[in-house]
């Protein structure tokens, strides 16, 4: 039995495809937390609304898309509430934990796998926490120089950023392929969920 007393602020718990950067295509339960520290102008998730859960009931809720053993804790920003407690039970049933945070604070102890989005607003601020991910994915607007923030990683994406217009869209993606023809140690990051029509 678990005895880790808290609850989590939980936005949402769904069955998909990791749409995003190097596990894109995978099976994937996401585990979305509420609430985050930025508020980027672009922010394509709504992350406000949530239950109360603990780590029981979230690991219960979890298991119920059995044998896919890969999760993403995402968010609003995950580091804000997520736990070595919560992390260790993922582990305790065998899963293989993914998260997605923005960089901004440090990240718990036993997260298989890193995925910093580095946000330009928080790291002028000098304020970026994390040095190291296994993977950084840059959101590019089309303006904006692309910077890994001093954060290192194994793998570079960049994703361009849905800007909820399909023409500027087009021209933003455009722009990413050309930035990783000519930096070709970069990789281009799709939202292929959105492309295919899943959540
Ligand atoms: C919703 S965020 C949640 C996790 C964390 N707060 C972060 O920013 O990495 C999940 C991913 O979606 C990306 N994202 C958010 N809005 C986007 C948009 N309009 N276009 C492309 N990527 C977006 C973020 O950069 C991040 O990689
Ligand atoms: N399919 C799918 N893949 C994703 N990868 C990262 C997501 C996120 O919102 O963190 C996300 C998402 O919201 N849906
Ligand atoms: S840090 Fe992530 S969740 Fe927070 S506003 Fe930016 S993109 Fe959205
Ligand atoms: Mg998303």
Not at 150 to 168: F, H, K, T, W
Request: glycine content about 6%; hydrophobic content about 35%.
């Amino acid at each position: 039995m678990n005895h880790d007393v808290r609850t989590y602020k939980v936005n949402e718990i769904f069955y998909s495809l990791q749409g995003e950067g190097h596990h894109a295509g995978k099976a994937a339960v996401f585990v979305r937390f509420a609430k985050c520290n930025l508020h980027c102008s672009f922010c394509d998730t709504n992350f406000d609304e949530y239950t109360e859960m603990s780590a029981q009931q979230i690991i219960e809720n979890v298991q119920q898309y059995a044998p896919c053993n890969f999760v993403v804790i995402t968010g609003g920003e995950p580091t804000l509430q997520v736990t070595a407690t919560l992390l260790q039970l993922f582990h305790v049933h065998g899963y293989y934990v993914s998260m997605e945070t923005n960089g901004t604070h440090p990240i718990p102890k036993g997260v298989d796998w890193i995925t910093c989005s580095p946000k330009k607003a928080f790291i002028e601020a000098g304020d970026v926490q994390i040095k190291q991910a296994n993977e950084i994915k840059v959101v590019y607007d089309g303006i904006h120089p692309i910077s890994t923030f001093g954060i290192e990683a194994e793998e570079r994406y960049v994703q361009p950023c849905d800007v909820g217009d399909e023409s500027r869209n087009k021209e933003i993606l455009q722009k990413a392929i050309q930035f990783v023809k000519t930096h070709p140690q970069w990789k281009l990051s799709l939202q292929l969920h959105k492309l295919i029509g899943i959540q």
